[in-house]
């Protein structure tokens, strides 16, 4: 049985996360996505009440998925719900660089494995930087996020300027 953890910030979530989500999920028992509170390294855009809700109602045709939000290390969370694995995107190699001393220190320090999922070319450019950039534009934003979020979106953006 695997249950295995999802981590990242999701803000704001994008088609490249569910996509992630979906194909993470076919290989695990139980996949847990997990929003680190303390994982924005920018401005926060939607509260981490949003992103649940917003990865909870697109991921509901997947059964063995669970939404969660945690703070402190990832690997603390994981030994606490009892995952095994991580599992992360990889998009670039700059992704790779970073992933490769995340994952050897997870491993060290918690005999955690972090699985790789090589990004979809469809999907792969998309990163929540991107989505903020366009936001802020009022560009369009409705192939790159879940449906109904680019309104809230261009609205978050608008407020953050004014
Ligand atoms: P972090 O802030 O930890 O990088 P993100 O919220 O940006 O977290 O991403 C969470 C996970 O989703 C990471 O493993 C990241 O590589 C992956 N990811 C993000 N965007 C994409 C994408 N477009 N395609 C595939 N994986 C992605």
């Known amino acids: 049985m695997l249950k295995a ?4 910030s999701f803000d704001p979530p994008t088609l490249g996360h569910l996509e992630l989500i979906s194909r993470a999920a076919a290989l695990c028992d139980t996949l847990v996505v997990g929003i680190g509170k303390n994982f924005s390294k920018k ?5 981490i009440e949003e992103r649940i809700q917003v990865l909870r109602k697109h ?4 059964s063995n998925i669970k939404i969660e939000s945690f703070s402190g290390l990832t690997i603390d969370f994981a030994k606490k719900i009892g995952a095994k694995a991580l599992v992360r ?3 670039s190699s700059q992704d790779l660089e970073y992933e490769r001393e995340m994952a050897e220190a997870n491993r060290k320090l918690a005999k955690i ?9 469809d999907t792969r450019g998309l990163s929540s930087r991107l ?3 366009i936001a802020q534009n009022r560009g369009p934003l409705s192939s790159f996020v879940p449906r109904g979020l680019e309104k809230v979106l261009w ?5 953050e300027h004014e």
């Open 5 to 8: 953890i999802l981590p990242g």
């Open 43 to 47: 401005q926060i855009l939607l509260s």
């Open 59 to 62: 991921t509901k045709n997947l």
């Open 89 to 91: 995107g990889l998009r």
């Open 113 to 121: 494995e972090t699985i790789f999922l090589i990004a979809e070319s």
């Open 131 to 133: 989505i903020r950039e």
């Open 155 to 159: 609205e978050r953006m608008q407020k």
